[in-house]
């Protein structure tokens, strides 16, 4: 450790104010831009404690995930400052972390891991126990909470809470990236990649010839999308009911891209689907698009109670797969330098997936646009 950065740890228990965008209730009617259930203002921001870390915010991509907590379909505590895919500088250290250097840049990985627990031995097949614990509660890995406004605490989002200027986060909330890959880049590697990308390597495991599809074309589907083209798979197909987003399929490179109803019309089959729409139909359509012998990997988070309708019989007579996959099976600390190195190398086509940028003001607008399904990825970005 340098003399700034134990001079940053003897600093540790101040508190500063930030500007954060706060969900107030969840479940309001939409438009956010009429209901406004996010308001966006100062916050004080408590110094990180033993294990944690101060980052200053440099880019947040506005995920489904976010949405999710918006519209109702998955409760957490509120007020609740949101935001879980970003990246940022380092600024400040907690006690006991020393293998990160002041202005380093990092990525945010919205799932921590304790490394002790059952699911952190799974080597990413389940999730860390106290990580999940945490992220339900609306603490960060410790149990802690490190933001209020006025007198009042305000909730972590899933150990992260990116939609500000600054977060203080644990340190098993963080991946190290090298400062040539841009805040931008680097804020969707911890999410989207992580959960798209890791369907295709960590659990479908396709091979150069084999048929890959993605049905679902958000950001994390996308984002399986151009992983598979990154490892020489080359024969992907997008599945969406939007023109435009089958439109930006084929622009990354995949094969063919399509509506459901169409592959299904035209008998079409493969070794690998991905769901990433998060709905029980899309399921439906994945499973029925897998061929005898293949896997259906599903990423996707519907509403919970939403059924989806499968025949046990074609599983067994067929010898198909269905596995469940959150946070793409990964390791972040494994997995994101696997997608460094492939974008930095120009094989993983990230920058595809950002829709735009946008100012922290218009974060309802933003969940507005995203529930419409008109963006991959919008990027709020800090000045």
């Not at 540790?12 to 954060?20: D, M």
């Not at 100062?42 to 294990?51: A, D, S, T, W």
């Not at 380093?104 to 990580?131: D, H, I, Y």
């Not at 094989?347 to 735009?356: C, F, P």
Request: aromatic share 2%.
């Amino acid at each position: 450790m340098t003399i700034e950065d134990t001079n940053a740890v003897a600093e540790t228990n101040r508190t500063r104010t930030i500007r954060g965008a706060v969900l107030e209730a969840i479940g309001a009617t939409r438009p956010y831009t009429k209901s406004r259930p996010i308001r966006v203002g100062e916050v004080e921001l408590e110094g990180p404690g033993p294990g944690e870390m101060l980052v200053r915010i440099e880019a947040a991509g506005v995920c489904h995930s976010d949405l999710s907590v918006v519209n109702g379909n998955r409760t957490r505590p509120v007020p609740m400052l949101l935001g879980h895919e970003a990246a940022g500088i380092v600024e400040e250290l907690g006690e006991g972390v020393d293998d990160i250097s002041l202005g380093q840049r990092v990525v945010m990985t919205f799932l921590p891991r304790c490394g002790q627990c059952a699911g952190c031995r799974s080597n990413g097949r389940t999730p860390c126990e106290k990580g999940s614990a945490s992220n339900t509660e609306g603490t960060l890995l410790g149990g802690t909470r490190r933001l209020s406004r006025d007198g009042q605490t305000v909730n972590h989002h899933l150990g992260v809470s990116a939609f500000a200027t600054h977060a203080v986060v644990s340190r098993r909330s963080v991946v190290p990236v090298g400062s040539d890959v841009p805040a931008h880049i680097a804020a969707l590697l911890g999410c989207a990649l992580l959960t798209g990308g890791g369907a295709v390597l960590n659990v479908a495991k396709p091979g150069p010839s084999s048929r890959v599809a993605v049905v679902g074309l958000g950001g994390v589907g996308m984002a399986a999308l151009i992983t598979a083209k990154a490892v020489g798979v080359e024969h992907v197909v997008g599945i969406d009911t939007m023109p435009a987003k089958l439109e930006t399929a084929l622009r990354l490179g995949a094969l063919d891209a399509m509506t459901s109803e169409t592959a299904m019309e035209r008998g079409e089959k493969f070794d690998a689907v991905i769901e990433a729409a998060g709905h029980p139909r899309a399921l439906e359509a994945a499973i029925a698009l897998t061929k005898p012998g293949g896997i259906t990997v599903t990423v996707g988070l519907p509403a919970p109670g939403q059924p989806a309708s499968i025949d046990p019989l074609a599983l067994t007579a067929e010898a198909r797969s269905i596995v469940g996959s959150y946070l793409g099976s990964a390791v972040p600390a494994h997995d994101i330098p696997i997608y460094e190195d492939l974008w930095r190398s120009g094989q993983l086509a990230v920058e595809g997936l950002v829709s735009n940028t946008i100012p922290l003001e218009e974060i309802n607008l933003a969940m507005d646009t995203l529930d419409g399904g008109h963006a991959l990825r919008q990027i709020i970005t800090f000045s």
